[in-house]
């Protein structure tokens, strides 16, 4: 080769490196991505060669007409990358190109986004137009030191006499809403979201169907409570994959607004959906069964959700989160309910009894309890809400004799005193699903309720 031909390929070669260099400048300076290709579909499961990429990485897959389709990854298989899609697979074949899409995936985040409605993949559902947000987040975030978080100080008003007064809730709690099917848990969500105080709401409708969607947003919100909501919908119809990420998505707004200091409450629906969604992703990857057909990996996830929730550093924010969790067959010891309770700070049951008697909110108060209460309320209030329930379980354990007419009054003081206070507790505990009760309103109503039952406190 000349000394000319030479001269002329060096000058060549560098003049594509140049371009190349302002194409990587251009698309942000993204290093470049090797693509591989699809190679087989093994029920949920796609499989792809040619990658050397990692756990989580979001791909993106092009099938036939130039369609794309969104995938994560989600395991190995010796040299075989294994993904999940989060969408349609119709019109995938052999050797269709598989390409990673470098970085975290980005979350519009703002107040903006206050009264819009999200699919898990943070895209809009409603007819309002774009999203037009001021900042973005991310999916994943660091985990807050535990020795630096604000402790549980500060209740919260939830607008329901029954919780306020008996289960008070702390700003930054964790409280669990167990319940059956059809037992009113969608409706107390949607009176504690138009009742609240907490700044921002952040609701996640994980797995839920999808005529109860809209349902849920305009008429248990309703306009009142999505002035300062924002819904992410992820319905049971989706991939699993997108519902374990608008789970993770609604997480992630209040840890935004967390992070910038405002006190959010956080209303998940269902934490149970979303525990089957990884129970079908880890089962699709080969994974063994363990209890009741839930994997190992599941239970490991979970408090991995439930602990970005609760109060922020110092001086900063709080998430107050409710997660609802269906027990099948009313069975509480379910394993997803079993696992949850003891993570949680706090769980509220809902009767099926009490709804079929109309009685709602239709809470269990022998079943429920809230951990922090004791750190929120005086001595006083503490004494007359166990009280109350001290009456109601003994009413509730002779309920069949009085029923038949074989009590006979005076031959049990306890007992008497269960009987004649019993109307007074029903009427406190039920209420309206429009009405709202702050926590003094609570806190009085209570105290009128009890005296006449309670010893006069001694004297200091």
Known sequence: MSEDAAASGSAAALLRLRTLQKRLQ?????????????????????????????????????GEGHRHVAAEVVGFNGPHVQLIAS????????????????????IPAGMELCGRVLDGNGKPLDSHGPLHASAFTTLNSAP????ERTLVRQPLDVGVRAIN????????????????SGVGKSVLLGMMARNTTADVIVVGLIGERGREVKEFIEDILGKEGMRRAIVVAAPADAPALTRIRGARLATALAEYFRDEGKHVLLLMDSLTRYALALREVALAAGEPPAARGFP????????ALVERAGNGLEGGGSI?????????G????????????????????LSRRLAEQGHFPAIDLQSSISRVMPNLVDPEQLR???????LQSRYTSQQDLIAVGAYTPGSDPSLDLAVQAHAGIRAFLRQDMREAVNLSTSEAMLINLMTPYLPAPLAA
């Open 384 to 390: 007359r809400a166990y009280k109350l329930k001290e």
């Open 320 to 328: 107050t989160a409710f997660y609802t969790i269906l027990m099948e």
């Open 87 to 106: 969408g349609d697979m119709q019109g995938l074949a052999p050797g269709a190109r598989v390409a990673p899409i470098p970085g975290d995936l980005r």
């Open 330 to 349: 009313d069975d509480q010891q379910d394993p997803v309910a079993d696992n949850t309770r003891a993570i949680l700070d706090g769980h509220i049951v």
């Open 296 to 303: 190992p990996s599941v239970f490991a996830r979970l408090p």
């Open 165 to 180: 007064a008996l289960f008070t809730v702390g700003r930054g709690a964790r409280m669990g809403l167990f319940a059956g």
């Open 26 to 62: 251009a698309a942000g300076d993204l290093p470049i991505q090797p693509s591989g290709t699809l190679v087989r579909v093994r029920g949920l499961i796609l499989e792809a060669q040619g990658l050397d990429i990692s756990l989580g990485t979001r791909c993106v897959i092009t």
């Open 144 to 147: 807050i030191n535990p020795l």
